[in-house]
């Protein structure tokens, strides 16, 4: 089973997706902040993480940041950056941090799991 972890401090967001992981069988652990996310893509070793950029106390890009810099966190889990935020700058920066994809909310659902199955399948 891969293991999936949803980092969003907004809760609705965090039901939906949790809820669409769990019925196509993925193992999923949830943050509502970046300092538990990190601790749990410690702990549970997902395969992906999906990331909001905007989150309190560490924010999307510092844990992009951290996950490629420091060897504790290997191998390293694929990243999907979910951000309301708009600006092709942060496509960009996100990528440069280290994400493996960034899909804009408000999202549909059928994109964020096409792009999961192209990741980790
Ligand atoms: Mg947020």
Redesign the pocket.
């Given at each position: 089973m891969k293991k999936i972890v949803v980092a969003?401090?907004?809760r609705s967001i965090v039901k939906i997706l949790s809820a669409l992981l769990k019925h196509e069988n993925y193992q999923v652990k949830t943050a509502p902040e970046g300092a538990s996310a990190l601790k749990y893509i410690k702990e549970f070793k997902p395969d992906l993480v999906i990331l909001?950029i905007?989150?309190p106390i560490i924010d999307g890009y510092h844990i992009c940041k951290i996950l490629s810099e420091d060897t504790q966190y290997e191998p390293v889990p694929k990243i999907i950056v979910l951000t309301a935020r708009k600006e092709e700058w942060d496509r960009r920066i996100s990528s440069f941090a280290g994400a493996d994809a960034f899909i804009q909310k408000p999202f549909n659902t059928t994109d964020v799991l096409s792009k999961i199955k192209e990741l980790i399948g």
């Open positions: 969003d401090d907004d909001d905007m989150m």
